[in-house]
């Protein structure tokens, strides 16, 4: 069975600091794995995603993600974070490579204090 | 005019009450889903519609109803629901059911069940 864990269901930073926002995944067959990020009263809007080639993924806002075979894991990080980064961040895998919707993970809050 | 669309917003109802929730997408995809997003639980996959054929049930209560009258339009009707489905309901769409990109989401329909 496919599933996705976020480690952390609550993240602070201070601004200009790294985000690292930890996501790993079980699955049976080479996931394609995505990250979504979530501001108050809105839906869903995908940060990045990962499906085949290169392993570092880059995705708005400055964010990007590494697939991690060895280690099932595809953490999402930021070299510096901004105020308008605190929202919340969801890791999420395909159920298998010719499947029709994603297994999301808990969801990481991130805060951002000046 | 966003992609995806849903209303209402917020919605509060009783228990006896009948209600529905309206999703319409403008991005020319076949494929459509409702997703269930509770506080402090993992989004979960409720129905997927793919050219209006149902082609999941992730074992959802018969008290809610998905009707896909086209690839455009995607609702959700509510019955003698219970406060504990109180939630943010989400629709999403995708290109096809056999896509394996990203789903693009509707920012939300915010149920409260008195």
């Known amino acids: 069975a496919q599933s996705v864990t976020q480690l952390g269901s609550h993240v602070s930073v201070s601004e200009g600091a790294l985000v690292l926002l930890r996501c790993n995944y079980s699955?049976?067959?080479?996931?394609?794995l995505f990250w979504y990020v979530q501001y108050p009263n809105q839906g869903l809007q995908l940060l990045l995603k990962?499906?085949?080639?290169?392993?570092l993924v880059k995705g708005i806002n400055g964010f990007e993600a590494e697939f991690k075979k060895s280690e099932t894991s595809f953490h999402l990080t930021k070299p510096s974070a901004h105020m308008s980064d605190a929202a919340e961040y969801f890791c999420?895998?395909?159920?298998?490579?010719?499947?029709?919707?994603?297994?999301f993970g808990k969801g990481t809050t991130l805060s951002v204090s000046s | 005019e966003t992609g995806v669309t849903q209303t209402p917003r917020h919605l509060v109802m009783g228990m006896t009450n009948k209600k529905s929730l309206k999703c319409e997408q403008h991005?020319?995809?076949?494929?459509m889903y409702w997703y269930k997003q509770s506080a402090k639980k993992p989004l979960e996959l409720m129905f997927v519609?793919?050219?209006?054929?149902?082609?999941e049930n992730n074992s959802v209560p018969s008290r809610f109803s998905p009707e896909c009258p086209n690839s455009s339009h995607l609702f959700l009707h509510l019955h003698t629901l219970q406060p504990e489905d109180s939630a943010l309901y989400l629709c999403?769409?995708?290109?096809?059911?056999?896509?394996?990109?990203?789903?693009?989401f509707g920012e939300g329909s915010r149920l409260t069940v008195l």
């Open positions: 699955s049976s067959v080479p996931p394609y």
């Open positions: 519609y793919n050219f209006k054929e149902q082609t």
């Open positions: 991005l020319g995809h076949n494929a």
């Open positions: 990962y499906t085949t080639g290169a392993t």
């Open positions: 999403a769409s995708s290109p096809s059911g056999g896509y394996t990109g990203e789903l693009f």
């Open positions: 999420a895998v395909n159920l298998n490579q010719a499947g029709t919707a994603l297994i």
